[in-house]
């Protein structure tokens, strides 16, 4: 009865949190940016500094040249941390800089192509030159999706098999197969393009999008399986230890047990590999080409890309195919966006189940 009671009276107090940030502090540090942005903007007008690095840099050494000031009265430790914290974090917001310079220049130039019928719409009667109510990219999304479902029927399955034999079976090949996958996921697009382009385009004496699909196949391997591998390393041993004692077979085991528990994580291997390879060039260059109109045969012939109808449009070199060249690079980057979004939550859930089930088994062997 005692316990109970002290656990009723400090159930609605909540932990205090010294090292968190209050409103004010975060409200203080926001108008002191503000005016440091000026101050570096003044100094740029003022000095040769210039443009937007220019301004960085005053910026960078206005707020070295305060945290000096505050820390005057402290140790020689404590100003050499503030004044590392200030550099270090100028350096993380610098390495951030050049993500958000892309993103913005492929929104703000690819925007002006965009119009309902982009998206459904092909180039057979229209040239890069037509206006921008005509045409759209509508083929090359099409046999984007087709060629990278492809390669996803053809990987996630190596690759789950892969990450089994890693982490289960830990047979006498497991060096080897570990070898194969690192050492695949180093070779150059181009080259897994010439591969197929020698063993498949010759051998059917034509492009098509199968080719296509292969060709990325090779690169969305090691990505499915690597990533597979570490899933499935969250696991608790001790889910195996329960198939085991109830009379499963190991194969039994991974397959009933092991697989179902991470099965969303198994799904983000599958978008993370997809996201790797579909905006690759170079492989689809050599096995798929490119086409102006909807194709829906991958073994009927060349098939378009987002990849190859940037690429096209970017060779014509005029204002109007150059701009239809930075909407498809939208287009492309949203995609890739879209499925690092998706990937993330689901590999956020796995892990929170695997963490759950963990505790799970726990509770049941300290019962038992």
Do not use: C
Request: net charge positive; hydrophobic share 50%; aromatic share 10%.
């Amino acid at each position: 009865m005692n316990t109970n009671a002290a656990a009723d009276q400090f159930q609605g107090i909540e932990p205090l949190r010294p090292w968190a940030i209050t409103r004010s502090a975060r409200l203080k540090n926001l108008l002191r940016s503000l005016v440091f942005a000026f101050v570096a903007f003044v100094v740029t007008l003022v000095t040769p500094l210039a443009n937007i690095d220019g301004w960085a840099f005053a910026f960078l050494l206005v707020n070295v040249a305060w945290v000096v000031g505050q820390t005057a009265r402290l140790g020689a430790k404590e100003r050499r941390d503030a004044v590392l914290r200030v550099v270090l974090t100028s350096l993380a917001v610098l390495a951030f800089v050049p993500w958000l310079s892309i993103f913005l220049t492929v929104l703000l130039k690819g925007y002006t192509a965009i119009y309902p019928g982009y998206f459904f719409s092909d180039m057979r009667t229209s040239t890069p030159e037509d206006e921008f109510n005509i045409g759209g990219a509508g083929h090359a999304i099409v046999g984007s999706l087709i060629m990278v479902a492809i390669a996803t029927v053809i990987t996630l399955p190596l690759g789950i098999l892969s990450g089994i034999y890693l982490t289960e079976v830990r047979g006498r090949m497991t060096f080897l197969v570990r070898f194969i996958v690192q050492s695949m996921a180093g070779v150059p697009s181009v080259v897994a393009g010439l591969f197929i382009f020698t063993t498949v385009v010759q051998l059917m004496g034509k492009y098509s999008g199968i080719a296509g699909g292969l060709a990325l196949a090779v690169l969305m391997l090691p990505t499915v399986s690597r990533t597979a591998e570490e899933v499935l390393k969250l696991v608790p041993d001790d889910l195996r230890s329960a198939g085991y004692a109830l009379g499963a077979r190991q194969w039994r085991t991974a397959i009933m047990v092991v697989l179902p528990t991470v099965k969303s994580g198994l799904i983000t291997a599958g978008i993370l590999g997809v996201a790797r390879v579909i905006g690759e060039t170079a492989p689809l260059l050599l096995t798929s080409l490119n086409t102006n109109g909807f194709v829906w045969n991958p073994v009927g012939g060349t098939v378009a890309s987002l990849p190859t109808y940037i690429f096209s449009m970017f060779m014509y070199g005029t204002e109007y195919s150059t701009s239809r060249a930075w909407t498809g690079s939208l287009v492309l980057l949203a995609l890739v966006f879209g499925f690092f979004v998706l990937a993330r939550r689901l590999g956020a859930t796995a892990t929170q189940k695997a963490q759950t089930d963990s505790r799970k088994a726990k509770k049941l062997k300290k019962k038992s």
